[in-house]
């Protein structure tokens, strides 16, 4: 790795106002579990607090690491590399204190603070947000391929789609402790992404990094499922007027990763239809669960400002079946997709996992699947090994589609597939996240290849909480061998391919390291 050119984590605009947001007071009461209890929390008004806390949340930082002489931060949300391409901004009506007209901001994660980057026409405004209820929003994330492809070349393009992912589900999480909705406007074309974010403005970037638009959701409160479609498209860009230009990230690039551009491209989205499907042959909450989760051990701030990646697993802890079933019970959408934060995207689960046990008490160690769509057991069953034995475990929740297909000891095998990463190995299971490939590209078009990733990050987010709710830990594993794992599983045909990885365990702290609080002497505004 070049050094030299190390990307800046921090994307800025310079030249465009710096709003700070109130850090929200630490404390605060709400039970990590009622962000799964849907209406359960009572909807809070647009104002700048609310704002502040759904940033804090979703994209803020939440520790600084030292080791000597050297510091790094590390965010609400996870980055593979902890490299962190993803920016975030957002689409906002007047609100006291922020501004007194709508505008288009950029989240400034290290000073907590939303950038102005444009006033917008106030018709334009109202002519956007005219079909969503009053005090919802728009967000919006773009991608930074550069800081991810400075280390990992190539495969930047992927990690950068995860990272995207993850941080869908962070909104949608941050939204939901504040009693909001959030849903992915998948309509929207990349084109009107980059004009409303103010992305396409080429001579606000100069020399500097381009942003590559991913997706854009609406937040607010009373969103049901039903109502995220009509975002007036042909209301925006008129009346803008636009202040700051990027900063630059690297001094330079050693190398062009032409590959990243021609992917992107392939994969843009040119506006469509909005994807509707069938979610009444899922399981209600009671098939899903056994009994409805409704007592925790953490609060949502605890599980959302504590979440770490484990750097090392301690080979020993095992993990409760109960832990275990209610963390995947977690990944299944519930009957009329009212369950969060699956209730954030139209498509039924595209994201399938082979997992590998290795330390759940009362059940054998082995291979496992949960077929995250019940209506793709079939489908598995045939693409996987014909030996495998689709045993329901007795202990499982009628509506929790897991099998366990073949007893053994995995745990060398698992980390040889996750690049001979030992965490694979010594947790309490780790898992490949198995996508229903060819058929999605076919039926949603090549677009949807982001989605996948997006599918397998929210999954991956969903993971990270859990695990601090269960008093363990999680990684995502982007670096693996995909056919290896489709080795494992029997799997031949192009038609499912393995996307992403994960392990959950016993963690061991890196005592080397000190940690710093995320925001010293911000607090108070
Ligand atoms: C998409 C993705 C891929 C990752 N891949 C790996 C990996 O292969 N090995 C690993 O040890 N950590 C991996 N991580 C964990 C990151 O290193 C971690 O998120 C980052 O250092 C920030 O730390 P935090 O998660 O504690 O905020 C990955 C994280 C993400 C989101």
Same mark, same amino acid.
């Given at each position: 790795?070049?050094? *030299?050119?190390?990307?800046?984590?921090?994307?800025?605009?310079?030249?465009?106002?710096?709003?700070?947001?109130?850090?929200?007071?630490?404390?605060?009461?709400?039970?990590? !579990?009622?962000?799964?209890?849907?209406?359960?929390?009572?909807?809070?008004? %647009?104002?700048?607090?609310?704002?502040?806390?759904?940033?804090?949340?979703?994209? /803020?930082?939440?520790?600084?690491? $030292?080791?000597?002489?050297?510091?790094?931060?590390?965010?609400?949300?996870?980055?593979?590399?902890?490299?962190?391409?993803?920016?975030?901004?957002?689409? %906002?009506?007047?609100?006291?204190?922020?501004?007194?007209?709508?505008?288009?901001?950029?989240?400034?994660?290290?000073?907590?603070?939303?950038?102005?980057?444009?006033?917008?026409? @106030?018709?334009?405004?109202?002519?956007?947000?005219?079909?969503?209820?009053?005090?919802?929003?728009?967000?919006?994330?773009?991608?930074?391929? !550069?800081?991810?492809?400075?280390?990992?070349?190539?495969?930047a393009f992927r990690y950068c789609q995860?990272?995207?992912?993850?941080?869908?589900?962070?909104?949608?999480?941050?939204? *939901?402790?504040?009693?909001?909705?959030?849903?992915?406007?998948?309509?929207?074309?990349?084109?009107?992404?980059?004009? &409303?974010?103010?992305?396409?403005?080429?001579?606000?970037?100069?020399?500097?990094?381009?942003?590559?638009?991913?997706?854009? #959701?609406?937040?607010?409160?009373?969103?049901?499922?039903t109502c995220r479609r009509g975002l007036?498209?042909?209301?925006?860009?008129?009346?803008?007027? !636009?202040s700051g230009k990027a900063n630059t990230?690297?001094?330079?690039?050693? #190398?062009?990763?032409?590959?990243?551009?021609?992917?992107?491209?392939?994969?843009?989205?040119?506006?469509?239809?909005?994807?509707?499907?069938?979610?009444?042959?899922?399981?209600?909450?009671?098939?899903?669960?056994?009994?409805?989760?409704?007592?925790?051990?953490?609060?949502?701030?605890?599980?959302? &400002?504590?979440?770490?990646?484990?750097?090392?697993?301690?080979? @020993?802890?095992?993990?409760?079946?109960?832990?275990?079933?209610?963390?995947?019970?977690? %990944?299944?959408? #519930?009957?009329?997709?009212? /369950?969060?934060?699956?209730?954030?995207?139209?498509?039924?689960?595209?994201?399938? &996992?082979?997992?590998?046990?290795? $330390?759940?008490?009362? &059940?054998? $160690?082995?291979?496992?699947? %949960?077929?995250?769509?019940?209506?793709?057991?079939?489908?598995?069953?045939?693409?996987?090994?014909?030996?495998?034995? !689709?045993?329901?475990?007795?202990?499982?929740?009628?509506?929790?589609?897991?099998?366990?297909?073949?007893?053994?000891?995995?745990?060398?095998?698992?980390?040889?597939?996750?690049?001979?990463?030992?965490?694979?190995?010594?947790?309490?299971?780790?898992?490949?996240?198995?996508?229903?490939?060819?058929? /999605?590209?076919?039926?949603?078009?090549?677009?949807?290849?982001?989605?996948?990733?997006?599918?397998?990050?929210?999954?991956?987010?969903?993971?990270?909480?859990?695990?601090?709710?269960?008093?363990?830990? /999680?990684?995502?594993?982007?670096?693996?061998?995909?056919?290896?794992?489709?080795?494992?599983?029997?799997?031949?045909? $192009?038609?499912?391919?393995?996307?992403?990885?994960?392990?959950?365990?016993?963690?061991?702290?890196?005592?080397?390291?000190?940690?710093?609080?995320?925001?010293?002497?911000?607090?108070?505004?």
């Open positions: 790795m070049d050094w *030299a050119t190390q990307p800046d984590p921090f994307r800025r605009y310079p030249g465009a106002d710096l709003v700070r947001l109130p850090l929200p007071e630490p404390g605060r009461s709400l039970p990590h !579990w009622r962000l799964y209890a849907l209406g359960d929390v009572p909807a809070e008004p %647009l104002s700048l607090e609310a704002l502040s806390l759904f940033f804090r949340y979703a994209l /803020s930082l939440t520790a600084w690491k $030292r080791f000597h002489e050297t510091t790094w931060s590390l965010r609400a949300n996870p980055s593979s590399g902890n490299l962190h391409p993803t920016e975030g901004y957002a689409v %906002l009506p007047a609100i006291e204190r922020l501004g007194d007209t709508p505008a288009v901001y950029h989240y400034a994660p290290k000073e907590h603070a939303l950038e102005r980057r444009a006033i917008l026409d @106030a018709q334009a405004w109202s002519g956007l947000r005219a079909p969503f209820p009053q005090g919802s929003f728009l967000a919006g994330l773009a991608s930074v391929h !550069w800081r991810e492809a400075w280390k990992y070349g190539e495969r995860h990272d995207a992912g993850h941080a869908l589900a962070t909104l949608r999480i941050a939204a *939901a402790a504040l009693g909001w909705g959030l849903v992915l406007l998948d309509e929207v074309g990349n084109e009107f992404i980059a004009r &409303l974010l103010g992305l396409s403005r080429g001579d606000d970037y100069g020399g500097a990094e381009r942003e590559e638009p991913e997706l854009l #959701v609406r937040v607010g409160p009373d969103l049901s499922s007036n498209e042909s209301a925006t860009g008129a009346g803008a007027r !636009w990230l690297s001094p330079e690039h050693g #190398v062009e990763w032409l590959a990243i551009d021609e992917v992107a491209r392939a994969t843009r989205r040119s506006g469509n239809a909005p994807i509707t499907e069938d979610f009444s042959g899922f399981p209600t909450e009671e098939e899903l669960f056994g009994t409805p989760v409704r007592h925790g051990l953490l609060t949502a701030e605890q599980a959302i &400002l504590g979440r770490r990646s484990a750097v090392a697993m301690d080979g @020993a802890t095992a993990l409760s079946q109960e832990a275990f079933f209610r963390m995947l019970a977690r %990944l299944i959408p #519930v009957r009329g997709r009212r /369950s969060m934060p699956w209730d954030s995207i139209p498509w039924r689960p595209r994201i399938h &996992l082979g997992l590998f046990v290795h $330390r759940v008490e009362g &059940l054998p $160690r082995g291979l496992y699947a %949960l077929a995250r769509d019940p209506g793709k057991i079939a489908a598995l069953q045939a693409a996987m090994r014909r030996e495998f034995r !689709w045993q329901r475990p007795p202990a499982c929740p009628a509506g929790l589609p897991l099998y366990l297909l073949q007893e053994g000891d995995y745990r060398a095998l698992a980390a040889t597939v996750s690049c001979g990463q030992e965490i694979a190995g010594a947790g309490a299971f780790s898992l490949g996240m198995i996508a229903d490939y060819m058929d /999605s590209l076919s039926t949603h078009g090549a677009a949807f290849y982001r989605n996948l990733f997006w599918e397998a990050g929210m999954v991956g987010q969903v993971l990270y909480l859990e695990a601090e709710e269960a008093g363990i830990r /999680s990684t995502g594993i982007g670096c693996y061998f995909d056919d290896p794992v489709h080795e494992v599983f029997g799997i031949s045909s $192009r038609a499912w391919q393995s996307l992403y990885h994960f392990t959950v365990g016993g963690p061991v702290e890196d005592a080397r390291l000190t940690t710093l609080p995320a925001y010293d002497g911000l607090r108070g505004g």
